[in-house]
Structures are given as structure tokens and as C-alpha cells.
């Protein structure tokens, strides 16, 4: 039964074995068919994601990073933040509930790289700013079991003594126009200079962030000290930008799976 | 080893190593007051040790006369096996330490370098990259020789491939450290290393096409075709993962050239298939070569061999996305992954069926000798991990397993039961061969290791499953008024003993590698020597089978 059920494939198995008996006499015949096989599954399911339109959806009103918050994204990564954190909540009842929205690929469309997680030893960040007060970030980061007995995250002490580094500023944005965030001329050229007023409401430099970042740009010491500009500073403003560059996850009413 | 090379040889290897001295001076000066600077340092004493290493030897006059034709080239092999085994005892060293720090977040130095998410990589890269990948460089040479009963075309390609390897990984590690890091997970270290590692990579290539091509055999044994497509896959993964501008030529920060959606679906199909082609392809390699060779019998099934060769290389091609269910990726994407990592059981298991099948009428050899043992448990670990990721991939079962220790339990059910004990027990198999001596050093030292391993790696996937598992049903528990029950703190504080036991597991695994390391050592010393075993490439004339053939 088994065997005349098996007989088709057999003869196609058959033929595919007289085949390779011969291709592996031939490291070139090899090497071309590991590389034309291996292709496929890669061609047929990352390139169509760069030109089907749906892949990510239009929000209007999405705004790019301060430099200052940048800055801050880059100090996440450096910390490796994105092993116990994951930006990225799934369409599923309990994320939303727990979270908010589910993420929509729009808000990440200016993230390179992106930072949705593998692993959460700690909660989803997606709609983290604005949850927490500044203070709260700061002394969280400062000593986090100070503000969360059970906490097993790392202290970042000396986020609040670091002074943030600024003059590569404009490189960075300057580099990630090269590969997509539509950043301008006059925002490259200003980078380091709005990163310091951004933490400083009083100053001359605060109107010029938020003409070109736009009115609703957090301006503030984020780490309660205003003289300087800290890691921490960078660190927070990034925090508290986390899930509030579009409003458009908020605006779809959000189908959630069981 | 270095007065084995000829003389223009040797000098060869000095101007390289110069110039890498003099690339990581034009790094430290250029990269000042950069992290970049900092990884200028290692490079320039990297380079500066290995020079210093060469010099008094540059006048020593020629080698003796010997037929190249007529022997094996086995030092490069020696030096990347015991460098895989100082890798293993750091890597896995740094595991139980991150391990420890999730149970007890304080035990941990002040500075910023101490912290769980710089040493994570440490140990994820160091095992896979460190241990794994100096492993499978140390085993492709070999097996690449002896299958193809040719010497390496060069005496010095081999030793830029390990060597230059190594100069990677050092990179890595110390930059994840100093906080040098692109965030995309086993794909961490900078433009500059991966550029480094480009060149690397082709030279290995290069060398293993050209090896196979002296070849004394018709046919190409099944061995080589996993390392090739080790070499190439993983080749074309990390080129197209690694696509980044860089913030300035002196720095060490850079941006990935994809973004959100694309760029996640890019790193997973490299991360996935990391898992596929660097600790999957190659490590078949070095059980379709071992693992007969050790029970003395030929391999099963030919047909089978095929069947799980290409079967791998298309199927896991597409799986990657499977770590990105319910995710802001397109529907579609998600569900041909899906579709595809179920598929790919039948590859899966058709070479973890062809190895157990392998040792039908050797079990008595199982039962008494640990080195196959080894062999033997880390094919059925093969075959029970890719049962599990086949599992974890339907999407339902993966809503509760995703971001969970699920997760790492799977990952460690085949970082430790399949790819360590296969490396081990290679090891184990090729040590006293290449050494000439009549066996390891101490056979009780294997059988130790073998037990700590096995139950280290037993205790760390069951701690990981049950708290993965908890982990997940606690987020999704409602109460009767249709809320939710825990908060996710409920859900942390729940998974401290596990995060213990996972110590625990971690630390029997470590100690049973530390045995490893010095059994290798004592045995390169002190072991009894054995005449010659005939091991070189036959005279064509002979023509016998380097490995008898399967059915």
C-alpha cells in the first residue's frame, strides 16, 4: 500500500538522486545550485516589502527624532536595551490591554534599525512616553529597584553624570538621510545646537526646535538638572517619544485576536 | 608550527600582520575620542603579538624538506581546536555570569561595561562565533583534506582564515563591551568588523573551492556539501544583514540601510537562517563526517543525505519570518513562514534519522565509548529542537511563546545538546588523531563531561520551558470580570526560582567544558603516542575510498 502510494515520488526521487550523483562531482555545479536554491525563499518574501504599498501605512502626522532624541535612541542601543525590552505590540487581546495599541509598521518606517525585541525579561516600551514622569525615568534608570522593588534591571548611574556627546550630531543625521529619514538641510546643520536647547525651555534655541520639529515637541531638562546635557537627558526625551510620533495606531480602532 | 612554513612564507605572514598593526594604528588615531579608537588598540596589539610572535623566526633559514603531496595540513586544525575550546570556557563563562545577574541583578562590577545588555552578546556571540565558528574552521580543514584525500593548496590561507576569524570575534566582543553595537541581534559588531569579516570569509571560500579542486575523489563527499553551503549562505546573510551607512568614516556608529518593517524582516531572515547555516549546515558537516567515522559504519541512507541537504537549503531560506507573527509585517509573509518551518521537519528529521540510523549495529559502541555518545545524544537533541521550532512556528503556539524564556529554552536545547556535544564529541574524536596519540588523556574526563553536559543542558531547558511557559499564560490570564489577572511584574517576580535552576544548569554545563578544555590539554601533553596511523592522501593509483561509501 504504502509502496504504490509512494511510486510517483519515487521516480521523481529516483531522477533528483541520478542528478546529484552527478553534480557532486562538480564543486561549481554545487556552489551555483546552494546559491540559486537558497535565494528564492529570500527574493520572494523580503523584496516584495519594499514595493508592495500596504507594507506600511501613511500617517500624516508622523514626525521625525529631535537630534536629541536620537542621540537617546543611539544610547539604548549602545545599552542594549533591546535584549529584555521589545517595541513591538502584537495584534493580540491581552498586548493591547496591557500596552495600548498594536504597533503599526508606520512608526517604526524611520527607525534604522528597527528595536521590536526578541525577548521581554522587561515590558513592551512601543507606547512608553508620556506613561511615566521625567522624574520618574531619571531615578528608574538612576537605581531602578529604588522605584521598583522587584526590578532585575541594570543601574544606569552614570547616564546622569555622562555629558552627552553632541558635535556628531549632524554626521548622524546627515547619515540616516543617506538611507531614508527625509531630515533637511537646516535640521543637519542645527543638530547640535537644537540637542542642547531641546533640554533648555528658556533659551533662544527652544523656539528653533520647535519650529522644526514641531509645536508638540517635549522641550524640557529632562533630568531635572537644566545647567547640563547629560546621557540622561537624551535617554529620557527618547523614552518619552516612544509610540507618540503618529497618532494613527490611536485613530484605528484596534481589532485585536483572541 | 611557524618554522613549518617556508621562508617566503613566513615573510608573507609578516607583511600581513604588519599591516594589520598599521590598520589599527590609523584606527586609534583617526578614531580618537571615538569608541572606534578604542577598537583601533586591539587591533594594533592583535596585529603587534602576532608580529612579535613571527620575528625571531624570519631568518631561520627553510623548513625541512618534506613531500607536501604526501601529508595533511594540520596545524592551522590544532591551533583552531584548542582556540574553539579557550572560546567555549569564556563564552559559556560569561552565560552563567548574564544567567546570574537576571536571578541576582547586583552581582555585577560598578562600571557601565558590566551591564546585562553589554555582556549579553558577549556570550551569544562568543559561543556561536568564538566556540561554534572556530570549531566548524577547525573541522572544515580537516574533513575538507581527508574526504578529498588532498592537502590544502596553501600553507598560509588557512592561517589568514583562523587567525583573521579570530581577529573578528576579539573585535566583537571587546567592542560590545566598550557599548560598540548595531543592536540587531547575532549581528552586532560594526561596519568596519563586518568588512573584516567579508574579506575573511572569501579567503575561506576561495580555500575550500581550491582544496576541492585537488581533490583525489570523484565525488564530492556529503561532509563538504553542508560546509560549502555554510560558507556560502552564511556569506550572503551577512552581507545583506549588514547594509549601513556609516555616521563618518572615523566612527564606529552606523545606520542600518533598512528600516522598521523591512529591516526587521531582513534581520530575522538572517537570524534565523544564522541558526540554519552557521549552527545547523555546518555542524552536519562535522556529523556526516564524525559520526560514521566513529562508529565505524557508513552513513544510512545516500538518498536520505540529499533529501535533508537540499531540503534544508531551500526551506529554512523562508522560515525566518516566523519571528515576526502578529507583528506589523504583511499577513502573507507571516504565513509562508509558517508554512515553511513545518516543512522544514522533514529535512530536519531525515538527517537526525540518517545519523541514529547510522549507528544501527554500533549501540555497543554508544554504550561504552562517551566520544560517540556525544554524537549520538547531540542527534537526538538535533531531531527534538527542530521538532520544537517546527512547533513554536504555527502561529497560535507561537502567541504564547514569543518574547517568552520559551524561547531561549529552545535556542539552548539546540545551542547545548546539539551544537556543543557535536563539537565535543568531535573534538573528542579528532584530538588524539591529530595529535598521534592512543586516545584522549583520560577517558573518565569524557565521561564526566559528558554527564555534566547532559544534565546541564536537561535542567536549563526544563527550568526555561517551565518559566516560558508561565511566563506566557500569566500575560494572558483574565480574571471573571474580564480583566487582566497579573500585572507583568507578577509575571517577573514568578520566574526567579527558574532563573536559579537556569544558573545551576548553566554552571554544570560550564564545568563540564572546563574538563573538556583540559583533557584536550593534558592530552596534547601528556597522553601516551601512537606510530602513525596511515592518514594522508593515498596515491591515485590506489584509489580507495576515503570513507566507505552508503547504500
Redesign the interface.
Given at each position: 500500500m504504502l509502496d504504490k502510494l509512494l511510486k510517483p515520488f519515487k521516480r521523481a526521487?529516483d531522477f533528483?538522486?541520478r542528478t546529484?550523483?552527478k553534480t557532486?562531482?562538480h564543486?561549481?555545479a554545487?556552489?551555483i545550485g546552494?546559491?540559486a536554491?537558497?535565494?528564492?525563499?529570500?527574493m520572494?518574501?523580503?523584496a516584495p516589502?519594499?514595493t508592495?504599498d500596504?507594507?506600511?501605512e501613511t500617517a500624516e502626522d508622523m514626525r521625525l527624532y529631535t537630534p536629541l532624541e536620537q542621540a537617546g535612541r543611539?544610547i539604548y542601543?549602545?545599552?542594549?536595551?533591546?535584549?529584555?525590552h521589545?517595541q513591538?505590540i502584537?495584534?493580540?487581546?491581552?498586548?493591547v490591554?496591557?500596552y495600548g495599541p498594536?504597533?503599526?509598521?508606520a512608526?517604526?518606517?524611520?527607525?534604522?534599525?528597527?528595536?521590536?525585541?526578541?525577548?521581554?525579561?522587561?515590558?513592551d516600551l512601543a507606547r512608553l512616553g508620556g506613561k511615566y514622569s521625567d522624574d520618574w525615568q531619571t531615578r528608574h534608570l538612576i537605581d531602578?529597584?529604588a522605584v521598583?522593588p522587584?526590578?532585575?534591571?541594570?543601574?544606569?548611574a552614570?547616564l546622569q553624570t555622562d555629558v552627552l556627546e553632541t558635535a556628531?550630531l549632524p554626521?548622524?543625521l546627515?547619515?540616516?538621510r543617506?538611507?531614508?529619514?527625509p531630515y533637511t538641510d537646516e535640521q543637519i546643520a542645527n543638530a547640535s545646537a537644537d540637542a542642547a536647547a531641546q533640554t533648555l525651555p528658556d533659551s533662544d534655541g527652544a523656539g528653533g526646535v520647535s519650529e522644526r520639529y514641531g509645536e508638540a515637541t517635549n522641550i524640557r531638562a529632562f533630568d531635572g538638572n537644566p545647567g547640563l546635557v547629560t546621557e540622561m537627558d537624551a535617554l529620557v526625551a527618547y523614552l518619552q517619544i516612544l509610540g507618540r510620533l503618529t497618532d494613527l495606531p490611536h485613530q484605528i480602532e484596534p481589532e485585536a485576536?483572541e | 608550527m611557524i618554522m613549518k612554513l617556508t621562508g617566503a612564507e613566513r615573510q608573507t605572514a609578516l607583511i600581513l600582520c604588519i599591516a594589520v598593526t598599521l590598520v589599527g594604528l590609523v584606527m586609534a588615531a583617526a578614531g580618537q575620542g571615538?569608541l572606534m579608537g578604542m577598537q583601533g588598540w586591539v587591533v594594533l596589539a592583535y596585529g603587534g603579538a602576532l608580529t612579535l610572535l613571527l620575528m625571531p623566526y624570519i631568518d631561520a633559514g627553510e623548513p625541512a624538506k618534506e613531500d607536501r603531496e604526501a601529508s595533511y595540513y594540520d596545524d592551522p586544525t590544532k591551533a583552531g581546536i584548542i582556540i574553539a575550546m579557550f572560546w567555549a570556557v569564556i563564552a559559556m563563562g560569561m552565560g552563567v555570569w548574564v544567567a546570574a545577574?537576571?536571578?541576582w541583578?547586583e552581582l555585577?562590577f560598578d562600571g557601565?561595561w558590566s551591564?546585562?545588555?553589554?555582556l549579553?552578546?558577549v556570550h551569544t556571540s562568543g559561543v556561536i562565533f568564538g566556540f561554534g565558528g572556530n570549531a566548524l574552521i577547525a573541522t572544515s580543514f580537516h574533513v575538507m583534506q581527508r574526504t578529498s584525500r588532498a592537502r590544502m593548496p596553501s600553507q598560509l590561507t588557512p592561517w589568514f582564515v583562523l587567525l583573521g576569524y579570530n581577529l573578528f570575534c576579539i573585535v566583537a566582543a571587546s567592542g560590545?563591551v566598550m557599548?560598540?553595537?548595531?543592536?540587531?541581534?547575532y549581528a552586532e559588531p560594526e561596519w568596519y568588523a563586518d568588512i573584516w569579516l567579508v574579506v575573511v570569509w572569501v579567503s575561506y571560500f576561495a580555500l575550500y573551492?581550491r582544496t576541492?579542486?585537488r581533490r583525489k575523489e570523484?565525488?564530492?563527499y556529503v561532509a563538504n556539501?553542508y560546509y560549502?553551503?555554510f560558507i556560502?549562505?552564511v556569506a550572503?546573510l551577512h552581507i545583506?544583514n549588514n547594509l549601513?551607512?556609516?555616521?563618518?568614516w572615523t566612527?564606529a556608529?552606523?545606520?542600518?540601510?533598512?528600516?522598521?518593517?523591512?529591516?526587521?524582516?531582513?534581520?530575522w531572515?538572517y537570524g534565523h537562517n544564522a541558526v540554519a547555516f552557521f549552527l545547523t549546515s555546518g555542524f552536519l558537516g562535522m556529523l556526516y563526517y564524525f559520526l560514521p567515522k566513529r562508529a565505524e559504519r557508513p552513513i544510512y541512507s545516500?538518498?536520505l543525505s540529499?533529501?535533508s541537504f537540499?531540503g534544508i537549503?531551500?526551506?529554512?531560506?523562508?522560515?525566518?519570518?516566523h519571528?515576526?507573527?502578529?507583528?506589523?509585517?504583511?499577513h502573507w509573509?507571516q504565513t509562508?513562514?509558517m508554512t515553511?518551518s513545518i516543512m522544514l521537519l522533514v529535512p530536519s528529521w531525515a538527517s537526525a534519522g540518517n545519523a541514529l540510523m547510522t549507528l544501527n549495529g554500533a549501540w555497543h559502541k554508544v554504550r561504552d565509548d562517551a566520544t560517540l555518545r556525544f554524537m549520538m545524544v547531540a542527534a537526538v537533541f538535533y531531531g527534538l529542537s527542530t521538532f520544537e521550532g517546527s512547533f513554536m512556528a504555527i502561529r497560535p503556539v507561537n502567541?504564547l511563546s514569543?518574547?517568552?524564556?520559551w524561547?531561549?529554552g529552545h535556542v539552548h536545547a539546540g545551542a547545548m545538546g546539539w551544537v556543543a556535544l557535536i563539537t565535543f564529541g568531535s573534538i573528542y574524536a579528532v584530538v588524539p588523531l591529530l595529535w598521534q596519540r592512543k586516545g584522549m588523556y583520560s577517558w573518565k574526563a569524557v565521561e564526566w563531561h559528558f554527564w555534566l553536559a547532559l544534565s546541564g543542558t536537561v535542567i536549563y531547558v526544563f527550568a526555561m520551558w517551565n518559566s516560558g511557559v508561565i511566563q506566557g499564560l500569566m500575560?494572558?490570564t483574565?480574571t471573571e470580570a474580564g480583566?487582566?489577572r497579573y500585572a507583568?511584574?507578577d509575571s517577573?517576580?514568578a520566574m526567579h526560582p527558574y532563573y536559579v535552576a537556569r544558573t545551576i544548569g548553566g554552571l554544570l554545563f560550564l564545568i563540564g567544558a572546563c574538563i573538556g578544555l583540559w583533557n584536550v590539554l593534558m592530552t596534547v601533553r601528556h597522553a601516551p603516542a601512537q606510530a602513525t596511523e596511515r592518514d594522508h592522501p593515498s596515491l591515485p593509483e590506489t584509489n580507495e575510498p576515503a570513507l566507505p561509501a552508503a547504500e
Open positions: 526521487f533528483q538522486a546529484h550523483y557532486e562531482r564543486s561549481m554545487l556552489t546552494i546559491i536554491v537558497a535565494s528564492v525563499g529570500g520572494v518574501e523580503i516589502l519594499f508592495i500596504d507594507t506600511v543611539d542601543i549602545r545599552e542594549g536595551c533591546y535584549a529584555c521589545s513591538m502584537r495584534t493580540l487581546r491581552d498586548e490591554e496591557r498594536y504597533s503599526l509598521a512608526e517604526s518606517q524611520y527607525d534604522h534599525p528597527m528595536l521590536w525585541g526578541s525577548k521581554r525579561t522587561g515590558p531602578p529597584r521598583v522587584e526590578s532585575i534591571m541594570p543601574s544606569y552614570f556628531s554626521d548622524r546627515a547619515a540616516l543617506v538611507v531614508g529619514v485576536e | 571615538d545577574m537576571l536571578a541583578p555585577r557601565a551591564s546585562f545588555g553589554r549579553r552578546p560590545y557599548g560598540v553595537t548595531q543592536s540587531k541581534e573551492l576541492l579542486a570523484p565525488h564530492i556539501w560549502l553551503a556560502l549562505v550572503m545583506v549601513a551607512v556609516p555616521a563618518s566612527g556608529k552606523s545606520y542600518s540601510a533598512f528600516s522598521g518593517v523591512q529591516d526587521a524582516m531582513t534581520q531572515w545516500y538518498r540529499i533529501l537540499w537549503t531551500f526551506f529554512y531560506m523562508w522560515a525566518g519570518s519571528h515576526l507573527h502578529y507583528t506589523a509585517l504583511p509573509v509562508l513562514g515553511f502567541s514569543h518574547y517568552t524564556d524561547t531561549i500575560w494572558r483574565y480583566t487582566l507583568f511584574l517577573m517576580t
